[in-house]
């Protein structure tokens, strides 16, 4: 097999591959068992049917398709490793020759990974952040401590409150024609929490027990439904119940019963105590993310659109995840939030072609200064994860091999190393 690489533009380029006819004609055979087990002719018994009456009857030309199936994965693949390249997606075959007795010539239009032209990366500075720990933030923690250990009650009669769950039925309305995807029955709203279309949840505070309204909404320029965007609908609803948070007095009894602690200071210490260890935490990260995306502006990097169409297609995943977590799938969130899956991705582009962009500065900068994650860097990572999860390193390393997960454990402790770089290069503190 021989391949040629040519560039052609950006990171664009023709991949052109050669097989060897010998290849061409193996894989004719193959193509002729597998084909020859469907065929039926009159005479022969199925499966039967001589290679030459085959021909004869449907001609060899009839194999050529299976054949490339046979052929080309395993060209294209051996032609990308032999010409060194790295394709970000799937390739565009033209095949200018196949024939029996002949080699197999294509050519694959390939978008290759860009090259990176690292700026500075080494004299860098960034902004300041404060990342104290004040009396504010404590109240607000241990008033998150209380919610967290509220007891939710039933309220049997009075009206409904911000923060209060609502269980309401509802049914939308739009010219007085009810809309797919507008009703629900015993659904459980929290109120302020902006689930719901602006000015529909502020409706439903000061509703009572029992109570039926119609509310009035405007749905967005941009919303999903074209037969609902921009336009006016009504929600004919009901109030069902009413439940409520009823939060614990923050006293010594709060502290023993939600820590180990006797009394309501010692609980105040310790979480000051670990609200100043995130806080230095969260410092070390900002501090990490900020250098990375210093380097990554000093960079030059011509992005093929189809990475970041990909990063796109792995955060909408993620965003999906999210919300499954919480209840709610993504169509419903599609509803509720007015916009559809492609106003998502565009809200998501930037963080999307910024990921893409660090990601490929930090692999740079990796090869530039011959950072590697070696055989015991992955070791000490498993060893890091048993502990985590409580299970045998040798286990978790049988599952990571048998999902080819290795390789990315192995880039990401790489990557990992590489940030460590960059923080001992430039020794800055916000």
């Not at 960034?126 to 923690?141: G, Q, R, Y």
């Amino acid at each position: 097999m021989a391949a040629n690489w040519e560039k052609v533009e950006n990171n664009q380029g023709v991949l052109t591959v050669e097989v060897d006819a010998s290849q061409v004609d193996a894989a004719l055979d193959q193509a002729f068992k597998k084909v020859v087990k469907k065929v039926q002719v009159p005479g022969f018994r199925k499966g039967k049917v001589p290679r030459k009456m085959f021909e004869a009857r449907f001609g060899v030309e009839s194999l050529y398709q299976d054949a490339l199936d046979i052929l080309l994965p395993t060209a294209y693949g051996q032609a990308v490793q032999e010409t060194g390249i790295e394709p970000v997606d799937r390739p565009e075959v033209d095949v200018e020759q196949m024939e029996q007795g002949k080699s197999l010539i294509f050519k694959a239009t390939v978008t290759v990974k860009p090259e990176v032209k690292l700026g500075d990366y080494k004299n860098l500075t960034i902004e300041p952040k404060e990342f104290e720990v004040t009396e504010e933030s404590l109240d607000a923690e241990l008033k998150r401590m209380q919610e967290r250990h509220a007891e939710l009650v039933t309220i049997e009669e009075g009206a409904a409150e911000n923060g209060d769950q609502a269980i309401i039925d509802f049914e939308g309305f739009q010219d007085g024609v009810a809309f797919e995807g507008g009703k629900a029955e015993d659904y459980a709203l929290e109120l302020g929490t902006g689930t719901f279309i602006a000015g529909f949840e502020e409706q439903v505070v000061g509703m009572t027990l029992g109570e039926e309204k119609d509310i009035t909404v405007t749905f967005p320029e941009e919303y999903h439904s074209p037969n609902l965007a921009g336009k006016e609908a009504v929600f004919k609803v009901k109030l069902n119940g009413l439940k409520r948070k009823n939060l614990p007095a923050l006293d010594d009894e709060f502290a023993k019963d939600v820590s180990e602690f006797d009394t309501l200071e010692e609980l105040k210490a310790d979480t000051k105590k670990k609200l100043e260890e995130k806080a230095a935490q969260e410092k070390d990260q900002y501090i990490r993310e900020q250098l990375v995306l210093k380097a990554a502006e000093n960079a030059e990097i011509d992005l093929p659109a189809v990475m970041v169409e990909h990063e796109l297609d792995q955060m909408v995943s993620e965003f999906g995840q999210r919300l499954q977590y919480q209840g709610m799938t993504l169509e419903l969130y599609y509803q509720f939030s007015g916009m559809d899956e492609s106003q998502l991705r565009d809200q998501l582009r930037q963080d999307a072609t910024s990921r893409v962009r660090t990601s490929l500065t930090l692999e740079a900068i990796g090869k530039a200064e011959n950072i590697v994650a070696t055989d015991e860097d992955v070791d000490a990572e498993l060893e890091k994860l048993a502990a985590m999860y409580g299970r045998p390193a040798d286990e978790l390393r049988k599952i990571f091999s048998a999902q080819d997960g290795l390789v990315a454990l192995k880039r990401d402790v790489q990557t990992r190393k590489t940030v460590d770089f960059l923080v001992a290069e430039n020794k800055v503190s916000a």
